[in-house]
C-alpha cells in the first residue's frame, strides 16, 4: 500500500513538477488534490519543455494513469487547451481521470475574481484571476457546480440560478458591471459534456481499490505549504489545503494509507504575489537568482520574489505535513557565489525567534537572522552521486538538512529530467 504525498514546502514554484516526473515512471497514478489553473508544473523531458497548469504531471510517464481528484477545481477551456496541446505533441492523454465531484470553475467566478481584486487596490491579494477562490467559496457556500451536474441540465440550471442570484446584485449594484445570463452559463457548461464524459470517473473508489491491490499512488499538491488556506501567510494565501492533510480531503484516500511524505524544497526561496517574505532580496543578488534561476511563473508569468533559503520556514513544513523526506531543487542555481546566507533564525522585536511565529504582525516584521555557508564555483549539473559534489555543495546540502529536520533524499542539479541525484529511493 505505497501511497506517496508529494508537496512544495515553501511558496510554491519549488520543482514539483520535476520530482513527480521522476517518480513518475516508477508510480501507477499520480492524483492532483487540490487547487486549479493558478499552479503551474515546468517539466523537462530530453530537449522538450512542458508547461502544466491543471494536469498532474505524471500524464507525462507512459503506464501512469493521471488523476484529478474531487479536491480540484477544474475550468473545462483550460483542461481541453492544456490536453489539446499535449496530444499536438504526441503525448498519449486518454488515461486522465477525473472526479464527479470536482467543481468546475464558471465563467462568473473568473469574472467575479477579477473585479473583486481590481476593487481591493492596494489591499488586493495577489491572485491570478482565474477564478479559483471563487470556486472554492461557492463550493464552502454549497452554491458550488460540480462536474457530475453536467449531465442533469435541471440541476445545472437550479444551481446557475442560485448562485446568480446573488453574483449579478453585487456585480451591477457594487461593482457597476453587466449582469450574467444563467442560460448563457448553461449552456456553455453544457457544451463541455460529452467532451468530459470519458474521463469523469468515481475518483475515490479507484484509487482506494488500487491501494488495496498495493499499487504506487502519487499525489501531487499544487502551491506549497506557506500558501495553504488554513497553515499559510493568511490571508496572502491560496483557496485550499496544498498540505499533506489536504491530499486525504482532497482525495478521499484515508491518512492511514499514507505512508510517506516528500516535500520539495528550493535551494533558495521564492513566491508569486503579495504578502511577507523575510528573506526577500532586492539588489543584485536577488536579479542574479530570479536571472539564474528562470523565475518567472508557469501559470502567471510574472516574476518570481527572490530571496535565501529559509530554515525556519522548512522546519515548519516539516512539522505541519509530518515530512518524512526533502527534494532539494535548483542547488546549481547558487553555483558562483563565494558564500551563502541562510536563514537560521528571525528577530522579531529585538528577540530571536527560532520558529515560525503563529501572528500574522509578528511574521510581517520578521527580519532573517543569516548564517553564512561557504560557496562553490564548480559545475555540478553533471554529477550522478552526492559524491561527486565540490565539498562545500555536499556541506551546504548537509546543514539544509540538519536545520529543516528531514532528510534530503534527492537533489536536482539542472532543469533535466535525468540531473538529479538519488541519495535515498522514494520507494
Excluded at 8 to 16: C, L, M, P, S
Excluded at 215 to 229: A, C, H, N, R, S
Excluded at 240 to 257: D, E, F, I, L, Q
Aim: proline letters at 5%; aromatic letters at 8%; a negative charge.
Amino acid at each position: 500500500m505505497p501511497a506517496l504525498v508529494l508537496l512544495g514546502a515553501q511558496w510554491g514554484d519549488e520543482g514539483k513538477g520535476k520530482a513527480t516526473d521522476l517518480l513518475g515512471g516508477s508510480v501507477d497514478y499520480v492524483v492532483r488534490y487540490q487547487g486549479g489553473n493558478n499552479a503551474g508544473h515546468t517539466v523537462v523531458v530530453g530537449d522538450q519543455k512542458y508547461a502544466l497548469h491543471l494536469l498532474p504531471s505524471g500524464i507525462l510517464s507512459p503506464g501512469c494513469t493521471p488523476v484529478i481528484g474531487n479536491g480540484v477545481v477544474v475550468d473545462p477551456s483550460v483542461l481541453f487547451s492544456e490536453l489539446s496541446g499535449l496530444n499536438e505533441r504526441g503525448v498519449d492523454t486518454s488515461k486522465l481521470l477525473i472526479s464527479g465531484n470536482a467543481h468546475i470553475i464558471t465563467p462568473y467566478n473568473v469574472t467575479v475574481d477579477k473585479v473583486t481584486e481590481r476593487f481591493l487596490g492596494k489591499r488586493k491579494i495577489g491572485t491570478t484571476g482565474r477564478g479559483i477562490g471563487p470556486t472554492y467559496a461557492d463550493k464552502i457556500n454549497r452554491v458550488g457546480i460540480r462536474v457530475q451536474d453536467l449531465y442533469d441540465e435541471s440541476i445545472l440550471t437550479q444551481k446557475v440560478e442560485a448562485a446568480l442570484d446573488v453574483k449579478n446584485q453585487m456585480l451591477t449594484k457594487l461593482y457597476n458591471r453587466r449582469a450574467i445570463a444563467v442560460d448563457q452559463v448553461v449552456e456553455e457548461l453544457l457544451g463541455y459534456a460529452d467532451k468530459l464524459a470519458p474521463y469523469v470517473a468515481d475518483t475515490v473508489l479507484v484509487l482506494n481499490q488500487a491501494l488495496d491491490d498495493d499499487k504506487v499512488v502519487l499525489f501531487e499538491g499544487g502551491q506549497g505549504t506557506l500558501l495553504d488556506i488554513d497553515h499559510g501567510t493568511y490571508p496572502f494565501v491560496t483557496s485550499s489545503n496544498p498540505t499533506a492533510g489536504g491530499a486525504c480531503t482532497g482525495a478521499g484516500v484515508g491518512p492511514t494509507k499514507i505512508s510517506r511524505v516528500i516535500g520539495i524544497l528550493k535551494a533558495y526561496t521564492t513566491r508569486v504575489g503579495a504578502g511577507p517574505f523575510p528573506t526577500e532580496l532586492f539588489d543584485e543578488d536577488g536579479e542574479a537568482l530570479r536571472r539564474s534561476g528562470g523565475e518567472r511563473g508557469v501559470t502567471t508569468g510574472r516574476d518570481r520574489r527572490c530571496g535565501w533559503f529559509d530554515a525556519v520556514i522548512a522546519r515548519y513544513a516539516t512539522r505541519v505535513n509530518g515530512l518524512t523526506d526533502f527534494f532539494l531543487t535548483k542547488l546549481d542555481v547558487l553555483t558562483g557565489w563565494e558564500q551563502i546566507p541562510v536563514c537560521v533564525a528571525y528577530e522579531i522585536d529585538g528577540k530571536r525567534v527560532e520558529e515560525l511565529p503563529y501572528s500574522q504582525s509578528d511574521f510581517h516584521h520578521a527580519k532573517p537572522v543569516y548564517e553564512m555557508l561557504p560557496g562553490w564555483s564548480e559545475d555540478i549539473s553533471k554529477a550522478k552521486s552526492f559524491s561527486e559534489l565540490p565539498k562545500n555543495a555536499q556541506a551546504y546540502v548537509k546543514a539544509l538538512e540538519e536545520m529543516s529536520g528531514a532528510p534530503i533524499s534527492a537533489i536536482g542539479v539542472g532543469p533535466g529530467r535525468d540531473e538529479t541525484i538519488e541519495i535515498n529511493s522514494f520507494l
